[in-house]
């Protein structure tokens, strides 16, 4: 009876338990960070592009110039920020405005849960400026 007590109070690899525990936990949370993390760089990509759009068109007055500027911006993040278009509005007058569009896709979420398409997040950005002359 002893040698029971003995053996249900001895602790030893309790931790390693508590630690198998805890992992998918921290993980989960790992993984939520860097999706936070994904999202804010895809945010601020997206408004450089648009004063990108902004700064060449008000100095060149060409929207093809200035769209494929914004668009080299937005190719440098890689495959998680797909384009949907930059473009300007009331561009005949001397005030305008820029807009970039995107979706930010979800980073960790299996394409196959999803009928292989994977989720995104739409977000556009927009800037004002005007022309310089």
């Given amino acids: 009876m002893n040698l ?32 936070f993390i994904v999202g804010i760089n895809g945010v601020l990509v997206t408004q450089s592009a648009a004063n990108e759009y902004a700064k060449v068109y008000s100095i060149t007055q060409n929207a093809g110039e200035a769209s494929s500027a914004a668009d080299s911006i937005l190719s440098t993040t890689g495959n998680y920020l797909q384009s949907q278009g930059v473009s300007g509005s009331n561009l005949g007058s001397k005030e305008f405005t820029a807009e970039a569009r995107v979706n930010i896709r ?28």
């Fill in 106 to 133: 979800m980073v960790f979420l299996p394409s196959e849960l999803f009928g292989y398409t994977i989720p995104s997040i739409p977000y556009s950005a927009t800037a004002s400026s005007r022309v310089i002359e």
């Fill in 4 to 35: 029971l007590k003995r053996r249900l109070k001895n602790e030893e690899g309790s931790a390693t338990i508590e630690f198998i525990g805890i992992l998918p936990l921290a993980l989960l949370l790992l993984m939520i960070i860097w999706q």
